[in-house]
């Protein structure tokens, strides 16, 4: 079972993308931003009527992208940062509703980062910590660092897309 198992559609573009391209989206760390749109929103019952602004924390370039895109196409305000350096740098200038945040980052840990955020926000923010590690110890992790979920990815980027949407509906915008 893969990360997006379950998901209907590969954003455009994405299974196209030449290995130069790639390597190039790998080597960027830049915020990548998905505003939503009326072309990028599904029409479909399922959406969320609180439409949230998302940080996604994810090292890998080509995940980033397709679940920003996966976001924004269901509605949501989307940024997505490589780092802890840049996550720390956005989080006052976007201010997320809900934070997703892989564990395993290249400038340290995202439970750390988790424990960072609950310790600083003035405000309750949701964190959701994601990885591919086993789930039991996942679970440990995330709840050692406060978060408030968590996701296995192989479960699948739907299964995040609803979880997310689920936090957001319980939040007063």
Do not use: W, Y
Request: charged share 30%; with cysteine.
């Amino acid at each position: 079972m893969g990360l997006f198992d379950g998901q209907k559609r590969v954003p455009r573009g994405v299974l196209s993308r030449t290995p130069e391209s790639l390597e190039r989206l790998q080597r960027t760390n830049e915020a990548e931003r998905f505003e939503s749109s009326p072309v990028l929103r599904r029409r479909d019952s399922n959406r969320s009527a609180n439409q949230a602004r998302v940080l996604i924390v994810e090292p890998i370039a080509v995940l980033r992208t397709v679940i920003t895109r996966a976001f924004a196409e269901r509605g949501h305000s989307v940024t997505a940062v490589g780092t802890l350096d840049d996550l720390r740098r956005l989080m006052r200038s976007f201010e997320p509703h809900v934070v997703v945040c892989e564990l395993t980052l290249p400038d340290g840990s995202g439970d750390n980062a988790c424990k960072r955020i609950k310790a600083s926000d003035a405000r309750l923010r949701p964190v959701v910590l994601m990885s591919g590690l086993p789930e039991h110890e996942l679970q440990r992790r995330a709840m050692h660092a406060g978060a408030d979920r968590f996701h296995s990815k192989s479960r699948g980027l739907s299964e995040l897309i609803e979880m997310v949407e689920q936090i957001a509906s319980e939040i007063v915008f």
